[in-house]
């Protein structure tokens, strides 16, 4: 019988916007949304959990690592892209720029390219340490977004923007660890087929 691993990317709930990117809390919507993500993930064996050391994304996937009792395992590497020690003004601009140039970053930052490097060492550990298991993964949506599009090029600029918060996106790969699908399950629970 051959294995299918599935990762189940869970971008985070919409937060309150803080200076403290580690720290950043999710808005009380936010936190309404938390039982959508609960109702989703409830309908599948879940193995693993596995999460960003962020607090958004950590509060996200809790109620249901309350709910079956399991451990939230935290991976340093699963955090989201470092955009600079300063604020920025125009953001839109900079993750234009990032998209256009996988080496673009600001002083102190990260390149999308530094996050997939570092993003795909902790996704490839994973499933290799997890071969056949069903593993939800906390996470954020430029990490998301990069990591999706290292497997399936139309994942771009313009799909990044519109993933929402939060979204549930499945990943599955065969026994060779080739991507075989990618599927979004909206909130409302409806599919939508990427790969």
Same mark, same amino acid.
């Given at each position: 019988?051959?294995?299918?691993?599935?990762?189940?990317?869970?971008?985070?709930?919409?937060?309150?916007?803080?200076?403290?990117?580690?720290?950043?809390?999710?808005?009380?919507?936010?936190?309404?949304?938390?039982?959508?993500?609960?109702?989703?993930?409830?309908?599948?064996?879940?193995?693993?959990?596995?999460?960003?050391?962020?607090?958004?994304?950590?509060?996200?996937?809790?109620?249901?690592?309350?709910?079956?009792?399991?451990?939230?395992?935290?991976?340093?590497?699963?955090?989201?892209?470092?955009?600079? @020690?300063?604020?920025? @003004?125009?953001?839109?601009?900079?993750?234009?720029?990032?998209?256009? @140039?996988?080496?673009?970053?600001?002083?102190?930052?990260?390149?999308?390219?530094?996050?997939?490097? $570092?993003?795909?060492?902790?996704?490839?550990?994973?499933?290799?340490?997890?071969?056949?298991?069903?593993?939800?993964?906390?996470?954020?949506?430029?990490?998301?977004?990069?990591?999706?599009?290292?497997?399936?090029?139309?994942?771009?600029?313009?799909?990044? $923007?519109?993933?929402?918060?939060?979204?549930?996106?499945?990943?599955?790969?065969?026994?060779?660890?080739?991507?075989?699908?990618?599927?979004?399950?909206?909130?409302?629970?409806?599919?939508?087929?990427?790969?």
């Amino acid at each position: 019988m051959k294995k299918i691993t599935e990762l189940i990317m869970v971008r985070h709930a919409k937060v309150n916007y803080t200076p403290d990117d580690r720290k950043r809390a999710l808005s009380k919507e936010g936190e309404n949304q938390r039982q959508d993500v609960l109702n989703i993930l409830k309908k599948k064996e879940i193995d693993l959990i596995y999460s960003s050391p962020f607090k958004r994304a950590i509060d996200t996937i809790k109620p249901y690592a309350d709910f079956k009792g399991m451990e939230i395992n935290i991976i340093e590497n699963l955090r989201e892209r470092k955009i600079s @020690d300063v604020f920025i @003004d125009d953001f839109d601009s900079f993750a234009n720029n990032q998209w256009k @140039d996988f080496d673009y970053k600001l002083n102190k930052g990260e390149s999308l390219r530094e996050v997939r490097e $570092r993003g795909l060492k902790s996704i490839e550990s994973i499933i290799r340490d997890n071969r056949g298991k069903r593993i939800v993964i906390g996470t954020h949506g430029t990490f998301l977004g990069v990591m999706l599009n290292h497997y399936e090029k139309k994942c771009d600029y313009r799909f990044w $923007r519109k993933i929402k918060m939060p979204a549930i996106i499945s990943i599955k790969y065969n026994e060779n660890d080739e991507v075989i699908s990618i599927v979004e399950t909206e909130m409302n629970g409806n599919t939508i087929v990427i790969k």
